[in-house]
T-cell receptor
Framework: KQEVTQIPAALSVPEGENLVLNCSFTDSAIYNLQWFRQDPGKGLTSLLLIQSSQREQTSGRLNASLDKSSGRSTLYIAASQPGDSATYLCAVRLRGGATNKLIFGTGTLLAVQP | DTGVSQDPRHKITKRGQNVTFRCDPISEHNRLYWYRQTLGQGPEFLTYFQNEAQLEKSRLLSDRFSAERPKGSFSTLEIQRTEQGDSAMYLC??????????????FGPGTRLTVL
């Protein structure tokens, strides 16, 4: 059974700091991995999608890496801003079979202090 | 707005009542997903459709839950005889059928259900 874990559960940093959020998964047979942002009481905003054949994806100040063999992904946020404060979720889609569901971690709650 | 939309955004109901939620996916997306999220947890998969066919259901989807997508466009999720444990955020997502980035799932704003 695929399990997704995110560490740390919560993180508080001063504005301007670079930071790394971690995601690990137990089954390396994944099709892709997505990183999402969720503001309190809101839906999910897709940030980056990494295919299983890729090692990283970048969008603006965000960079996501994937190491399938070790079952790990990281989300790097450069020059953090108070507007980056949110919960960040990673999710994997398994390879094989008819499933297209995403399996989510429990998220990292990020607070960027001005 | 061409994103995924959900209605209502909030629903408060009494235990034992039936509720129905609607999801309108991004117009060209033929896959539609329902997830449930409780406080402090990540979303959990409930079911998904490809066009009008319901192709996968989670064991979380008890017999009190039913989902439809009659014309392959919008979808409804009905919960019968609601229980307090059904209180959660119900999220809808959609994606294309294809490879690579076409599989990216885009989420709606969710419907927050509170069962009293």
């Amino acid at each position: 059974k695929q399990e997704v874990t995110q560490i740390p559960a919560a993180l508080s940093v001063p504005e301007g700091e670079n930071l790394v959020l971690n995601c690990s998964f137990t089954d390396s047979a994944i099709y892709n991995l997505q990183w999402f942002r969720q503001d309190p009481g809101k839906g999910l905003t897709s940030l980056l999608l990494i295919q299983s054949s890729q090692r990283e994806q970048t969008s603006g100040r965000l960079n996501a890496s994937l190491d399938k063999s070790s079952g790990r992904s990281t989300l790097y946020i450069a020059a953090s801003q108070p507007g980056d404060s949110a919960t960040y979720l990673c999710a994997v889609r398994l390879r094989g079979g008819a499933t297209n569901k995403l399996i989510f971690g429990t998220g990292t709650l990020l607070a960027v202090q001005p | 707005d061409t994103g995924v939309s959900q209605d209502p955004r909030h629903k408060i109901t009494k235990r034992g009542q039936n509720v129905t939620f609607r999801c309108d996916p991004i117009s060209e997306h033929n896959r539609l997903y329902w997830y449930r999220q409780t406080l402090g947890q990540g979303p959990e998969f409930l079911t998904y459709f490809q066009n009008e066919a319901q192709l996968e259901k989670s064991r979380l989807l008890s017999d009190r839950f039913s989902a439809e997508r009659p014309k392959g466009s919008f979808s409804t999720l009905e919960i019968q005889r609601t229980e307090q444990g059904d209180s959660a955020m119900y999220l809808c997502a959609s994606s294309l059928v294809g490879t690579g980035s076409q599989n990216e799932q885009f989420f709606g704003p969710g419907t927050r259900l509170t069962v009293l």
